[in-house]
């Protein structure tokens, strides 16, 4: 009867879920065995570095809004690989609709266990422009084409949505407010 129980807990079911261990398990012998599981195949979210702004970003003129703009794409990256939104939502103007929908997409992204790889936004500093307030537009609106590298989207159940770049024109309207920049909309073309 003891034999039977023995193969039937190795008909080799599921694999194991969690990371590759090797240990030593001691019995009341005192022979120590080896043990080893098997590597999980679901991949973990690397550690990624929070962007800075340039010191550009700190004045109040079209090349400080182009460099604001090029932060606020960074932190666009950086919050949908980490779910850090601090950054993003401390410059992101409450009627931003493109912000929210970001904060909000980023959020159910990684409180149900998932992350991003990839997608990066990539664009030429020195090709975009800016041009000022005015009477009918109080905001600088930042112009420039961006390229979103591949992604993958991994879910938290270990499945994974992998999504081609994408390139297009970008723009972002914000404005130099209490020492600072707020985005206060994007719009992709």
């Known amino acids: 009867m003891s034999a039977g129980l023995l193969l039937s ?19 009341e012998s ?3 065995t080896e043990v080893t599981t098997e590597p999980s195949d679901i991949p973990t979210p690397p550690e990624v570095e929070a962007p800075t702004p340039a010191p550009e970003a700190a ?12 932060y ?37 992204i990684h409180e149900e266990g998932g992350w ?15 041009n000022y307030p005015t009477a009918d537009e109080p905001n600088y609106v930042v112009q420039f084409t961006v390229t979103e590298q591949p992604s993958t989207i991994h879910a938290g159940d270990g499945t994974s949505d992998a999504r081609p770049g994408a390139s297009g024109d970008v723009q972002v309207g914000l404005q130099y407010v209490d020492e600072r920049y707020v985005v206060f909309g994007v719009n992709f073309g």
Not at 9 to 27: F, I, L
Not at 60 to 67: E, L, S
Not at 79 to 94: K, V, Y
Request: proline share 6%; aromatic share 8%; hydrophobic share 35%.
């Open 30 to 32: 005192t022979t120590p």
């Open 9 to 27: 807990a190795c008909d080799g079911g599921e694999g194991p879920t969690e990371p590759p261990t090797t240990g030593t398990v001691t019995s």
């Open 116 to 130: 991003v790889e990839g997608g990066e936004l990539v664009f030429d500093i020195d090709e975009a422009t800016a």
């Open 59 to 70: 004045v109040d003129d079209h090349i400080g809004a182009i460099w604001a703009a090029r």
């Open 72 to 108: 606020f794409m960074d932190l666009y990256t950086y919050m949908r690989q980490t779910g850090d939104t601090t950054q993003f939502e401390a410059m992101s103007a409450p009627e931003c609709e493109f912000c929210a929908s970001s904060i909000e997409n980023v959020v159910e």
